[in-house]
Each structure stands twice: as C-alpha cells, then as structure tokens.
C-alpha cells in the first residue's frame, strides 16, 4: 500500500519554473530576411540597400563561440561529497563513469527539473539517503532520495544535479521494505523536511546494522588494505538514550529580508518569511523548528523561550545570528568542593542542569567518575550518555590481555579538554595530553587539577604541528599507547609520519568520520608493512558506536598494534 511522505519538501517557484531563457541574436539570415521587408517597401534603390546591409554587418558586435561550461573538480577526497559519488561510482561501475565523464555527460541530466519519475532504490548511502539507478533508456544516471529505504518504489520530484546524480525530493513510497521501514517510529514532526535526522523511521537495531554497514564500505573504499588485513567490523554499540540525548545544538535566523516592514507584522506574530531552526535537508535555506526531540529538555525549553524573544523583536536584528545552547550541569556549584571526598552524585551539583547560550560561557559534564569544564562553545561529545562506554571501551583495547605487558605510558593527542587522558589516567604511571589549541590545553590542565591528578603524573603540552612528538620523547615508544581523536578531517601527512617515527606499542584511533579514519589507518598499515617483526602495525579490531542515534552518523573506534 502506497505511504503519503507528509513532511516533503515542495520545490519554490524558481525551482519549478527553471531558469529564465535568454533572447537569441537575430543572425545573418534573420537580417536578409528583414532587408528583404525594406526592399519591397522601400523607394531607395537596391544598391543602397545592400550597402546598407553590409554596414550593418560590419557594426554588429563580433559575434563570440559559446564557451564550453567547465565541469567542477573532483570532491575532495572522503567528504561527504566524495563518499556519495565514489558509492554511486560502485553502482554504476568505475569503467561507465569514466566514459561518460570523459564525453562530457557527468552533469548532464536525463530528466529535466521539478519532473516527477519512479524510481527503484537499489543501496542505502553512508550518509543516509537511498540511491536509486535510472531505467536503461535514460542511460547510466543515479537519483539520490533523502528517506528511502533500499528496495523501495518511490515517486519522486527531480530538484538538483550533480555529478552523476541528481537529487530526487520523495513525494510517495510505492512499494515499501517492510524489514526496515516503520513509520509509527517517527518522533518528530519535522521529519522528512529537516535535513538532521535520516533514519527515525528505522528500529534502533536496523540503524545499528546499517551503521556497521558505513565502517564496512569506509575501509573497503578508502584504506587500500587487502580484505585479508581488515578485521570482521564488531556490532555497533548501542546508545542508552536515543531520544534528548544531544546536548548541544546551534539553531540561526537571518535578519528580516529588505522589503520587510514592521508596521505589516501584528504585534507578537512571527512573520512569514522568518524562519527559526535547522537546515532543510539538502539545501541551505532553513526550517522553522519549533522544537527538536533529540536535544535534552534544557535545550528545547530555553529555545522554545528565545523563540518568542526573537519573533518580539526581530527588526532589531541587522544580520543573520547563529545561536548556541549547551546542556550542562549547574556552574554555580563550587566544582573543587563538589569532587572533595565523599562524593555526593545525587546532590543538586551533579544533578542539576542549566541551559548555557554564551559561546564564552563555561560547560560542565560527568563522565563516569570525571568531572569536565570547557568552554561551551568548543569541541566536547555531544551524547554523554554513551560517552562512559566508549571510554571504557578504548581502556579496554589498550590493555593487551593476561600474560602481556600493559602499556606504562599513555599520549593522548589532539587531547581538547583531556576526556581521555583524565579519564585513562588511574591505567598509567604517565599520561601526556598534546593539542595545538591553548585554550583547550587551559582546560586540560584545570581539568586534571579538578579531578586530583598529580602534576608529576599527567601533564598538557601544546605541540608545534611540525614536531608534535618532541614534547613526549622521553616516553618509551614500546611501552606507550597513543589515543588520536582528531577533526573530521583526519590526521595530516606531518601528523602521519610523525606517528610512524614515534612508533608506539599500541594505537587507538577514534574518528567521528570514519572515511579519514579508513584512509588514515591504511596507510599506518601500508606503511609499515615491511619493515619487519616488532615493527609493524596490525589492525586488530574495529567497531561503531552510535553517538547520534536517528541520524546516519558513526563513530568508529580503531585499534592498532605494533607486531
């Protein structure tokens, strides 16, 4: 039975009309034809006409070739971009693509914008969205469908191109997969339109598999390791919350557009063309949200407040404005007296929670037997109900079993506020947290003072990225772990061989974009694969876990150690 998608986006009437077309030339023939209209009606003789004619001809602009439209570059290796045309790639096949790129049909479409076709979806991408292929007619194409699940028929509106694919916005699944899809699950009304969540549709088991799913394909596109050397992908870990777990979100507005007046808005009403929230899936322009049911209550009930406040007083913005809020437990607590034995952990100071907006503003969390301040407005996870597993998970990797010598010494690099420097701490007689950022490294080492680390036991460094290693060199590489959790962007080529010269027992590589992961640890592997025993690296484990629950995000936890 066909299932109306209620919450689609509609194409603006720009999007549905096109561009404009623009007036041709009138060429050579077109001009003859018109001298011709003078001639039978004129009372000059011919050969001032044709004189005339030639004239005109010689004062009209040159007329100039119309330019070729050069085809963008390549995406840049493991964006998003790029893991979306390299999967389209496998469906296709390597060998069609380049054909058709080489003719010049990579951003030629078979179907013309705001069409209606239907389509079969053949794969779920990494990020998301269901991947269809055009019927053999229209010649090798892909149509890529924000909410469709793999084997579903569905009808859709064709909105933009881009390389290989176009997008197709879904108006109607035709024939659903009944295994993955359940739209009873679906907790928000804004799913389907909101470009946050992909899978609220999909059982917390089903988005479990499908995110082992990414790590599978990540490593098989991006790390050029043979199957052999890449370990069986262990099951995602599931978070304990999979609802109002986020604890930081970052709505915006833009200020109210030119021809806006505030004598045609009511007093208190929010005007059309305002528009509060989150990003439309698949483009930039944004949607009204009046709430979002992955953030925590905090955050809900202080932006359901500022709402109002902006909607009051929206002509007195004179730019756009990003907003922040940040979960956090109440910083009106003494932290110091609040970690002084005993420890109270049902008492207002670990229980009670306040909403904080100020990017400056200071944030505090527990995690485990922990407590953290940062900056609200820097880089901490942003799901602390599964943050202990996964601490304890990369203690648990480090350790090499019974019968093996336990790591001494422990780096932790691109450290931030220390979450797993402090929190491995009491596993090493030696803990080092490097970061380029002297803010983070601030909070690092307020961090460790906060939670009674001596300073003769840990300590915080702020590296040059060209010798990030020289602060720890007297740490014995063969009795050093190292944790790397860098940006989506991964670690850089400097980083890289700084790594592979180091050469520490024991590395555990936690990404939040497992395609620079994959890349990155392939070539820690490749790299090192001749250099003999008790110098090269093995990839011995990999596994998901789920720190954003709805959406089609993985974090991925990979363990290397040196043989």
């Known amino acids: ?22 007036k041709q030339r009138l060429d050579v023939e077109e001009m003859e034809v018109e001298v011709k209209k003078v001639v039978e009606s004129t009372t000059k003789e011919p050969e001032e006409i044709v004189i005339s004619l030639e004239s005109a001809q010689r004062n009209r602009a040159p007329k100039h070739k119309k330019k070729k439209r050069k085809e963008p570059p390549l995406p840049e290796p493991c ?11 496998t469906l296709l096949g390597g060998d069609v693509v380049v054909s058709v790129t080489e003719a010049g049909g990579a951003f030629q479409p078979p179907y013309e914008y705001g069409e209606e076709v239907e389509v079969k979806i053949e794969t779920i991408g990494s990020g ?30 064709i909105g933009k191109t881009d390389r290989m694919h176009s997008i197709g916005f879904l108006l109607e699944v035709l024939t659903r997969n009944a295994e993955l899809r359940d739209d009873s699950l679906v907790q928000c009304k804004y799913f389907g339109s909101c470009g946050g969540c992909q899978y609220q549709m999909v059982s917390g088991e089903n988005q479990l598999s499908l995110k082992r799913d990414v ?10 390791l043979q199957p052999t050397v890449i370990p069986p992908i262990e099951p995602t870990v599931e978070s304990p919350l999979v609802y109002a777990y986020r604890t930081k979100i970052t709505p915006h507005f833009e200020r109210p557009p030119k021809h806006a007046k505030k004598e045609d808005v009511a007093s208190g009403a929010q005007p059309p063309w305002l528009k509060i929230g989150f990003n439309l899936t698949n483009s930039n322009s944004t949607l009204d949200i009046e709430e979002c049911p992955i953030a925590t209550p905090i955050l809900n009930n202080q932006y359901k407040s500022d709402r109002k406040d902006i ?51 200071s944030s505090r969390e527990m995690v485990g037997d922990y ?9 901490f996870q942003n799901n602390n109900s599964v943050l202990p597993l996964m601490v304890d998970y990369v203690r648990d990797l480090i350790n090499p079993g019974e019968g093996k010598e336990h790591p001494t010494h422990l780096v932790d690099t691109y450290c931030g506020a220390g979450l797993f420097a402090i929190s491995l701490s009491s596993a090493f007689q030696k803990v080092a947290g490097i970061e380029l950022s002297q803010s983070s490294i601030a909070s690092a080492k307020a961090n460790a003072k906060l939670n009674s680390i001596p300073d003769d036991k840990i300590s915080f460094l702020s590296g040059e990225a060209s010798n990030i290693f020289a602060t720890v060199q007297d740490f014995p590489p063969e009795r050093t772990a190292i944790v790397i959790d860098p940006p989506r962007k991964g670690c850089d080529d400097l980083f890289l061989k700084q790594l592979l010269a180091f050469r520490c ?13 994959a890349r990155d640890v392939g070539i820690i592997v490749r790299e090192t694969a001749n250099d003999g025993e008790g110098r090269r690296y093995r990839l011995e484990s990999l596994r998901g876990f789920d720190l954003f629950p709805q959406t089609a995000h993985v974090e991925s936890v990979a363990l290397l150690r040196l043989y």
């Not at 039975?1 to 623009?22: F, N, Q, Y």
């Not at 009106?332 to 109270?344: K, Q």
């Not at 407590?371 to 880089?379: I, M, R």
Request: proline residues 7%; aromatic residues 10%.
């Open 1 to 22: 039975m066909a299932a109306t998608i209620p919450h689609s986006r509609p194409l603006s009437d720009s999007e549905v009309e096109g561009p404009a077309l623009k």
């Open 79 to 89: 964006s998003p971009s790029d893991v979306l045309y390299q999967e389209i790639r």
């Open 128 to 157: 998301g969205t269901g991947i269809a292929l055009a019927p053999p007619e229209k010649g090798p194409w892909a149509v890529v469908v924000p909410f469709a699940l793999s084997g579903e028929s569905v009808r859709v509106r």
């Open 215 to 224: 790590i599978v394909k990540a490593y098989k596109t991006y790390s050029q």
């Open 311 to 361: 909607i009051q007083n929206i002509f007195s913005y004179k730019k756009g404005v990003s907003l922040m809020y940040r979960d956090s437990l109440d910083t009106s607590f003494d932290a110091s007296e609040m970690m002084t034995p005993p420890i109270d952990k049902l008492s207002d100071a670990f229980t009670r929670h306040v909403c904080v907006s100020d990017q400056k503003g």
């Open 371 to 379: 407590l953290f301040e940062y900056n609200a407005g820097g880089f």
């Open 505 to 517: 027992n024991t590395v555990v590589y936690v990404s939040c974009n497992v395609h620079t992961q």
